[in-house]
């Protein structure tokens, strides 16, 4: 798994930014892809970022990036909570949330569970209104569909557009992707 890959989707979180970022990696071998996910969680614990391959489908896996303990925070949000119990997840705990995510993912095939956004970090309110408006009757699209405060999510949108771009400016200019990645006490 390369920095590049890393970097170009995931720059937000590993800034502290964001709760956490998902992409497809493509492998030649699954053993290899394994052995690069442990590597990584080796190299980022320390900053507070976790890596976990939450489904896999023939050559490639989608990798989830985030910051526990952003995750944490943000799933006791009444708002999500009240959204995930709706789903039939039990909110005791982020990782038996994660848990009850993977096993969704990995039983719908190419589809998304429609409230990964939570994982995600995206605003509760815009999570419900795409699940309640059937993905329909939404304000603007970046990241995500947005069904609440417009203003806010399109900022956050050009802070995390912006974000990505000096990361890979950075990785560009030689500094790694362990340097460039805030630890979690100051980002969180």
Not at 70 to 81: H, W
Not at 132 to 149: H, L
Request: hydrophobic share 35%.
């Amino acid at each position: 798994m390369s920095e590049d890959a890393i970097i170009r989707n995931c720059a937000p979180t590993l800034a502290g930014i964001k709760t956490g970022n998902l992409f497809r990696y493509s492998y030649a071998c699954a053993d290899d892809m394994r052995e690069a996910v442990r590597r990584w969680n080796r190299a980022l614990r320390e900053k507070g970022v976790r890596i976990l391959p939450l489904r896999f489908c023939k050559n490639h896996a989608l990798i989830y990036v985030y910051r526990p303990s952003k995750l944490t925070s943000d799933l006791q949000n009444a708002d999500a909570r009240r959204i995930l119990r709706h789903c039939g997840y039990c909110t005791n705990s982020a990782d038996i949330c994660i848990v009850e995510l993977i096993r969704r993912l990995r039983a719908s095939g190419d589809a998304f569970p429609h409230e990964i956004g939570l994982f995600l970090g995206y605003p509760p309110e815009d999570v419900s209104g795409f699940i309640e408006q059937k993905a329909c009757g939404y304000k603007c699209v970046g990241c995500w569909k947005v069904y609440g405060d417009e203003q806010k999510c399109r900022q956050l949108f050009a802070k995390y557009k912006k974000c990505t771009r000096v990361y890979e400016e950075q990785l560009r200019k030689g500094v790694s992707v362990q340097k460039m990645t805030v630890s979690c006490k100051k980002a969180c």
